[in-house]
């Protein structure tokens, strides 16, 4: 049944009216799947409802940020308390300091971490600190992996993987796209080539060690391995963007999943608890170069800000309880069983892939193993896919290239209701 969107279509009218192409974010404007954007009321635990009523078990969950679901009674609490003696200082406040320290015991590669507000900040400056730590210029980066809009990272693989970038968006400088190299995700030995003979210009090399933006495409063995051997004999940092996975796919990330140390980590979406912040720290022989102990330089108004700082101490100290990630894993294998049972009940040409509580199903045969592979998808299909769904009471994400989460607050019966929806709207393939 079609879905009732009238006061989403009279919101959208109004917000393109006032807002650079109707949104604070791209993805939002639900080009990938065409249809006017749903516009949200309000949310609780695993479901948010439109402005027009309807209800939606919710796989977006901000991007990722909202573990526990939405309005969680702890982080509202939390919250409540901290906004009720203001919402920003500008100075030194306790919180940021107890923040840190519960990072750093989650994240033993951290020695040091600075604040800011946006992952896209925090990959921003730990590119500048990893340029300033070495005296080097390039950096290294994979095709199909997302690090936030700053220039340096807005741009697509040269012609040929020896030559340097060029800008994935007007208004970033040729200039600056040339000092980025773009790889090929889980190409060990392509990597390892250019590391031979270019490591020694390379002031880091950045990747998403579970790549969650050409949808979930998992690191081939031995990939990180590589990257990380490659980067101590050539000097070059290795910086894990953790933004979506630092807490997501375990207490101690992505790298205590797969064991890896980067010598920078960049986190963002779950440390805050739903308010904007990011985060990048690692080794103290490279974050003593920060201002105002070193020269490189970094600053920000709300960075640290005592809203952020109360409502992230109150998720990660949810997480902290055991059982959490079990009951996150358990929902992430029913999910799993439950999409490959109507993959094989029906011979569909999808492929599912999944990390505890990420996962994506690409219209597509498969493997997915990098960029390449991702862009092949059936776009369209997905398209379908996406307002079946909507139309069955579920909330995807509203393009192929990104990836569902699941909460802390789905219960078996969510689950199960989703995989209902899923078996209806696949039916029609
Ligand atoms: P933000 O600046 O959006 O807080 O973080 C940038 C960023 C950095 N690193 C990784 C691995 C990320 O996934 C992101 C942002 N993620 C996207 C979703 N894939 C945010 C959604 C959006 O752009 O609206």
Redesign the pocket.
Known sequence: MKLNTKKSNTLWRYSLKHLAGGVN?P??AFNAVGGTPLFIKQGKGARFSDVDGNSYLDYVLS?GVLIFGHADPAIQAALSAAVSKGASYGAPTEAEAALAEMIKKALPSIDKLRFVS????A?MSAIRLARGFTGRDKIVKFTGC????ADSLLVKAGSGAATFGSPSSPGVPAQFARNTISLEYNDTNGFLDFMARRGKEAACVIV?PLA??MGLVLPEPGFLTALRKACTASGSLLIF?E??TGFRVGFSGAQGLYGIKPDLT?L??IIGGGLPV?AYGGREEIMRHLSPAGRVYQAGTLSGNPLAMAAGCAAIKKLSRPGVYKKLEASGQAMEKGLRLIIRKRGLPLTLNRVGSLFTLFFSKGPLKNFTDASACDTKRYAEYFWAMAERGVYLPPSQF?TCFISAAHSAADIEDTLKAADEALMAD
Do not use: Q
Not at 118 to 121: A, D, H, L, N, Q
């Open positions: 974010s993805v939002r991007w946006s992952g896209t900040e990959v997302y690090h936030g809009h998403e969650a933006n963007d933004v979506i960049t963002g979406k990011g990104e």
